[in-house]
């Protein structure tokens, strides 16, 4: 799941009729979002649960900052509520 949202952000982005200036906040919502599914896997290889629930805790931070960065461009007009509330 946390894949396949990455997927649909970046598709998401690759798609904004916006011009260009704006470029880090799309690198960056790039990043959170794909960090999200490596952390969860990172977490998943290591030796001890311990170590999952550490990793678990950054893909939820990054997923908190993805869902942050989505309501910024929901606010710029960049993206649609519905979009917003379907991601």
């Known amino acids: 799941m946390a894949v396949d949202f990455a997927v ?25 979002s794909t960090s999200i599914s490596m952390n969860l896997a990172e977490g998943k290889g290591r030796y001890s649960k311990k170590e999952f629930i550490y990793f678990s805790y950054i893909a939820r931070g990054s997923l908190y900052e993805t869902m942050t960065l ?18």
């Open 70 to 87: 989505l309501e910024i461009f929901r606010r710029k007009k960049w993206i649609s509520t519905d979009k917003y509330s379907q991601l």
């Open 8 to 32: 649909k952000v970046i598709e998401l982005v690759k798609n904004f009729e916006t011009d260009r200036k704006h470029y880090r906040l799309f690198e960056q919502i790039e990043a959170s």
